[in-house]
Antibody, heavy 121, light 107 residues
Framework: QVQLQESGPGLVKPSETLSLTCAVSGYSISSGYYWGWIRQPPGKGLEWIGSIYHSGSTYYNPSLKSRVTISVDTSKNQFSLKLSSVTAADTAVYYCARRPGIAVAGYFDYWGQGTLVTVSS | DIQMTQSPSSLSASVGDRVTITCQAS??????LNWYQQKPGKAPKLLIYDASNLETGVPSRFSGSGSGTDFTFTISSLQPEDIATYYCQQYDNLPPSFGPGTKVDIK
């Protein structure tokens, strides 16, 4: 059974960097597929942040590209998100998810439970 | 970016009713359209991929259809456990984008 689990600080100060990690179990990231981050502001809809291939190739949402870095650590079977210069608008539940297949775009079949990150001083 | 719209934004229906949600894309996306169910406090769950394919393990009362710019999601017989918000998602172009959601509850 594939499982994903997000971890990281639940509170980040404005202008600082949000850092989250997604630990994957039940599937080896090095076997393939894309791995993505999606966020959802409280009471609002879903926004794709970006995705990374097991080899390290990345694709980012242009609306966030200047502030986003996604990386992968196959030895730990996890991938990470960094979002810099955060503001209150970045307050959201952050989900990690698996995107099966060889194309970056498509459906996400396994999701983490999500972690709420609040940006506040 | 491709914009996705959904209608209605919310609906109330009785148990056993047929429920239909529509999703419209701002440009032709062929059949590159997925549907997710999200229950309160939970992650989205994939129900339908490529517009009409039922994800493994998803009850057959859920179905999807459409191509181009207009898509339909149907629950043939609404059950109490179907109370959730439903999202469409296009992946024809990057960035993949989601509709605003349709909240379904029981009348």
């Amino acid at each position: 059974q594939v499982q994903l689990q997000e971890s990281g600080p639940g509170l980040v100060k404005p202008s600082e960097t949000l850092s989250l990690t997604c630990a994957v179990s039940g599937y080896s990231i090095s076997s393939g597929y894309y791995w993505g981050w999606i966020r959802q502001p409280p009471g609002k809809g879903l926004e794709w942040i970006g995705s990374i291939y097991h080899s390290g190739s990345t694709y980012y949402n242009p609306s966030l590209k200047s502030r986003v870095t996604i990386s992968v650590d196959t030895s730990k079977n996890q991938f990470s998100l960094k979002l810099s210069s955060v503001t209150a608008a970045d307050t959201a539940v952050y989900y990690c998810a698996r995107r099966p297949g060889i194309a970056v775009a498509g459906y996400f079949d396994y999701w983490g439970q999500g972690t709420l990150v609040t940006v506040s001083s | 970016d491709i914009q996705m719209t959904q209608s209605p934004s919310s609906l109330s229906a009785s148990v056993g009713d047929r429920v239909t949600i529509t999703c419209q894309a701002s440009q032709d996306i062929s059949n590159y359209l997925n549907w997710y169910q999200q229950k309160p406090g939970k992650a989205p769950k994939l129900l339908i991929y490529d517009a009409s394919n039922l994800e493994t393990g998803v009850p057959s009362r859920f179905s999807g259809s459409g191509s181009g710019t207009d898509f339909t999601f149907t629950i043939s017989s609404l059950q109490p456990e179907d109370i959730a918000t439903y999202y469409c998602q296009q992946y024809d172009n990057l960035p993949p984008s989601f509709g605003p959601g349709t909240k379904v509850d029981i009348k």
